[in-house]
């Protein structure tokens, strides 16, 4: 029975590692994006190699059947990955804003230069 | 008079305002002392660009919609960089009434304060609002003052004066969707003084209030959030 579960999880952090390699080596991903996917399929992969590992941990923790164990860790991994994300958006938020605004100043030196240009003698503050 | 060797600038946030920006910047512009006006257009689809330039506005366009705070934001990043040592911030709604300003710049001057509020409720005239929107004023009111411990009665009101000190700090940290609330406890928190007088509003004459009950209540406690957390982050440097 257990055998089973630990094939399963073993196949998708397989099939996780096959895919990521994919992904970098078409350049879709950013080997700094890729590094916490990367970790959390070893880690899955260990623990469903890793038998003995995987059920002190369970008991470690009070998991009376070893296998959940294995969605315990798949699922903090998830929340780990999701929380670097939130940090990794909030950073882009805050350099999109930044950027308009630089746009919005840097607009208006344009139009600026470009009546100076046009009519050379022009007042400074219009 | 001091105030004619003081740089002024207006700060004029507006999205879509085309039917009223041209009226308060021409207002601005008619005060008998020297003052620019900077529109900050926030990615308007009409247009309000044409409309303040037009009035003699300068314009500064975001290339899409940041929200009130971007947009003002925007505005105290040119102030800096043109090395203006006041700003006012005025809605380009047209419920600030310009005439008021000289109020606000000899409050900053002479009671020798960071930032001046213009506040609805300090006058002896009675506000008329819906009542979702007083309960939102008051718990603003309610939190601001405990936090900061004095009393601010008007945090809401987007019409203020800033001296350069304060400029500088703004330009560098400003809050995003419903700012001024936060941006009172964020001076305050980081030792600017305020100083509220009392001034008059106008009912905005055209174009809607953008907030819808849902989003309110929404605003409401994620502002509320940022306050508490405002509480927590690190004080600048200045």
Known sequence: ?126 | MRRSTLRILAIVPAYNEMYSVGKVVQEILELPFPIDVVVVDDGSTDETAKVARSKGAVVLRLPFNLGIGGAVQTGFRYAVRHGYDVAVQVDGDGQHIPSEIPRLLDALETQGADVVIGSRFLGAKKHRSSWARRVGIWIFSWVNSWVLRTPITDNTSGFRAFNRRTIQFLSENYPQDYPEPESVVLLGLNRFSIVEIPVEMRERAFGRSSISPFRAVYYMVKVLFCIFMDMFKEKNKM
């Open chain 1, 1 to 126: 029975m257990q055998i089973r579960v630990q094939i399963l999880s073993l196949c998708v952090g397989i099939g996780l590692l096959v895919v990521l390699f994919q992904l970098i080596r078409k350049n879709r991903l950013e080997e700094k994006y890729a590094l916490l996917w990367i970790a959390s399929a070893m880690i899955l992969i260990l623990f469903s190699v890793w038998r003995s590992l995987l059920e002190k941990l369970a008991t470690l923790v009070g998991i009376y059947y070893a296998p959940s164990a294995l969605f315990l860790i798949a699922l903090f991994c998830g929340v780990i990955i999701a929380l670097h994300f939130s940090v990794v958006i909030s950073n882009l938020t805050r350099q999109t804003k930044t950027l308009a605004q630089e746009v919005a100043l840097l607009r208006q030196e344009i139009e600026v230069l470009r009546n100076q240009k046009g009519k050379p003698k022009r007042s400074k503050g219009n």
